[in-house]
């Protein structure tokens, strides 16, 4: 069994940054591909960012990219999101989730991942 409970959600204003934290037990980081996902009520849930078990390779979604950067830290067993220019539409609950299938490599259909947090709310007002 993998826990995953993220932290450091908030309200923030337009163009402010938050930094979110994923922080894993039962199992070694660094044999788990992660990945945030974020949801608003009456959406399809929606990728992220993704990083690879080294956290070499990165994946981000074209809504994010060059504002939002996922990094980890396998020796503290964490994950975390940097969020940038935060904007109205990234309001949501973000959950970080692990892939334990890391042969097929880093996807982000939220179906293919095994373990997910509880969420935490991200609100970015205008």
């Known amino acids: 069994q993998v826990q995953l409970v993220e932290s450091g959600g908030g309200l923030v204003q337009a163009g402010g940054s938050l930094t979110l934290s994923c922080a894993a037990s039962?199992?070694?980081?660094?044999?788990?591909?992660m990945g945030w996902f974020r949801q608003t009520p009456g959406k399809e849930r929606e990728f992220v960012a993704g990083n690879s078990r080294s956290g070499s390779a990165t994946r981000y979604a074209d809504s994010v990219k060059g504002r939002f950067t996922i990094s980890r830290d396998n020796a503290k067993n964490t994950v975390y999101l940097q969020m940038n220019s935060l904007k109205p539409e990234d309001t949501a609950v973000y959950y970080c989730?692990?892939?334990?299938?890391?042969?097929?490599?880093?996807?982000?259909?939220?179906?293919?991942?095994?373990?997910w947090g509880q969420g935490t709310q991200v609100t970015v007002s205008s």
């Open positions: 039962g199992r070694t980081l660094s044999s788990l591909i």
């Open positions: 989730a692990a892939d334990f299938d890391t042969q097929y490599g880093l996807r982000t259909d939220g179906d293919h991942y095994d373990y």
